[in-house]
């Protein structure tokens, strides 16, 4: 209800000097209701109020406790956005709801006539304040009153998956206890145990008379629940680690028949003598890498039989030479310095006739067919290291 102040400021007078008016003071409800009637329907709150500090008959037992008044509830606080809420109005000594958000009526010399204001029950606190949590299904919330370190429940509002019947039955308040880890730790009296968390909340400003209340708002689940949904993650857990490791056995066994056996059998061709008839690896560089070997292969054991033949012709050349006679071998030895039959003739000191009917026989002996084939034979020797004696 907007600016009290000014709203009533005109009635003032008028209350003070016809309190045992009843008509008159029913005239100044009827005025009101039409503010507060708009006021709620604007509002999201569960019902308006307002208190004059006057009564209809002063000449009545205990008048000075009676207030003239009205209160105008919301039925179902679950639509209150809808068009056409379902609204009560009360009058006389009924009892409004656990949450006020009340301000005094004022005139302009700070007289105090009355108040006014909007109740927030507890029904709308559950209902605007439900949490969803599709883990911890029994999560709820708290607005309540905090002294020596004691949350008291008879004056809490809740919201949430957990009834408040379940933790406020045989229990006045929740002792919390600081713990160093990520939540607080609250006992209830049937040593119920709950984490959660709180903050401080402000609701009275400085200087009014509830101001020293300390009230708080916290988020509150069953430790129970707590322990459930950790035991269900470490299943999960430990489901998803047999599960990765047995699919990485799995993806082990596909990459070794993959890659890594047709490496190895690739090697075992390659260890083996007959790897041109071997079945291929289907790797392609391996494969490719088989058949070079083998072609290197082949062509060194053709080298190998190359080599064998000449050290058998070298061999049979250097057992020639045994047959030729001492004539003959003295020619030859001057031949496989390099020197022509010319020069041997005159080293000899014998006609070149003589030399070329000795070189004649040495060709025969050795079967070679000129000086050059002969002087291969000796050069050939000589990389072998064989040597003629």
């Not at 040593?191 to 903050?199: A, P």
């Not at 509830?210 to 430990?238: C, G, H, M, Q, Y």
Request: hydrophobic share 40%.
């Amino acid at each position: 209800m907007a600016s009290p102040i000014f709203l009533y400021e005109r009635y003032y007078s008028f209350l003070l000097i016809n309190a045992n008016h009843p008509k008159r003071i029913e005239e100044l409800i009827a005025d009101l209701f039409e503010k507060a009637y708009y006021s709620l329907q604007k509002s999201n709150c569960s019902g308006a109020f307002f208190i004059l500090n006057t009564t209809v008959n002063t000449e009545l037992e205990n008048s000075k406790y009676s207030k003239a008044g009205l209160y105008i509830k919301n039925m179902e606080p679950n639509v209150i956005s809808s068009s056409s809420p379902m609204f009560t109005i009360l009058r006389g000594f009924s009892s409004i709801g656990v949450m006020l958000c009340s301000i005094p009526i004022i005139d302009s010399r700070n007289n105090i006539y009355g108040v006014c204001g909007f109740e927030i029950s507890t029904m709308l606190f559950k209902l605007s304040h439900m949490p969803t949590n599709s883990i911890y299904t029994r999560m709820f919330c708290m607005l309540s009153p905090m002294a020596n370190n004691e949350i008291r429940i008879n004056r809490s509002l809740f919201a949430g998956g957990y009834s408040a019947k379940n933790i406020s039955e045989d229990n006045k308040y929740l002792t919390v206890k600081e713990n160093r880890h990520s939540f607080t730790t609250y006992y209830s009296n049937s040593q119920k145990l709950y984490l959660g968390f709180h903050t401080p909340t402000l609701l009275y400003p400085s200087g009014s008379p509830f101001s020293d209340e300390n009230w708080i708002t916290a988020v509150l689940i069953p430790k129970d629940d707590i322990i459930d949904s950790i035991t269900r993650l470490n299943i999960i857990l430990s489901c998803l680690l047999c599960l990765l490791v047995t699919s990485g056995i799995i993806i082990s066994i596909i990459f070794s028949n993959k890659y890594l056996k047709p490496i190895s059998q690739g090697i075992e061709i390659i260890k083996s003598s007959g790897s041109e008839d071997s079945p291929k690896t289907n790797v392609q560089e391996i494969d490719d890498l088989i058949h070079y070997l083998d072609l290197y292969k082949k062509e060194l054991n053709k080298k190998v039989e190359q080599d064998k033949y000449q050290i058998t012709m070298l061999e049979q050349f250097v057992s020639k030479t045994k047959t030729l006679s001492p004539e003959e071998r003295s020619v030859f030895n001057i031949y496989i310095k390099g020197f022509t039959a010319k020069e041997i003739a005159d080293q000899m000191f014998l006609s070149i006739n003589t030399i070329k009917t000795h070189t004649k026989h040495i060709f025969a002996k050795l079967g070679v067919a000129s000086r050059e084939e002969l002087l291969l034979y000796i050069n050939m020797l000589k990389e072998i290291g064989l040597e003629l004696k």
